[in-house]
């Protein structure tokens, strides 16, 4: 009996291993599949509660070449009721294949804006994300307990150089006159109207990077 016990002693071991990593991967399938749940179930706001989204291209004056790199994220006219916190969710992709996601979460008692790095910066160190041209921001409304209300997402297409400014659905275009030089925009779905942009109709803007007005003809 006494030789056998040290390959008593290793099976038990091998059990005890393989029932932990069989509890802790079904723990980490559940949550991913309660998370995914919670939100499929959620609606999108009903028009009347839309918000004014937008993403404007900006830089940040402390970090050099930082132009086209940020986005400028306000959401404005806020009127979901119950609401008191917002999740929002950058998601773009970039050179490589790849995506990249910025989350957060704020507390809501007015209009909101935040300043977006699309890459990461650590230690005074900042790595830009390349090719970056298109994404999704998704936001969320919770109330005091946590429960989600309601969400909206919409894709930006973000272009240098271009004539022809594009939503990424295809469903906007705005023909500038000329080619602004140096100058970023982005063309997205808006909801409502914001306060600020190059143009606005039908629930689409253009956002430009130096914050001008940009001539140019709207075709839907």
Sequence with gaps: MKKFLPLILIGVGI??????VF?????????NTTDNS????????????WPAVSLTPTEDPNVPNSLGHYLDFKVEKINVPNAKTMDYELVY?????GQQGVPGTVQLSGDIERKLLMGSASSGKYRFDAGVD??????RFRDGNGKL????STDFHLQLGDTKLTSQDGKFTYTLEKVASGVYFVTMQTFAQPSSSVVWQN???????DGL??????SQ
Excluded: C
């Design 149 to 152: 209300l309601g969400k909206l």
């Design 134 to 139: 298109h994404g999704t921001m998704t936001i």
């Design 203 to 209: 629930g689409y803007g253009v956002f430009a990077s």
């Design 23 to 31: 509890v802790l991967v079904n723990r980490s399938k559940t949550g």
């Design 93 to 97: 992709s970039t050179t490589n294949g």
């Design 38 to 49: 919670e939100d499929m179930n959620v609606p999108e706001l009903p028009q009347s509660q």
């Design 213 to 218: 007005p940009h001539k140019g003809s709207v």
């Design 15 to 20: 059990l005890i291993v393989v029932g932990v």
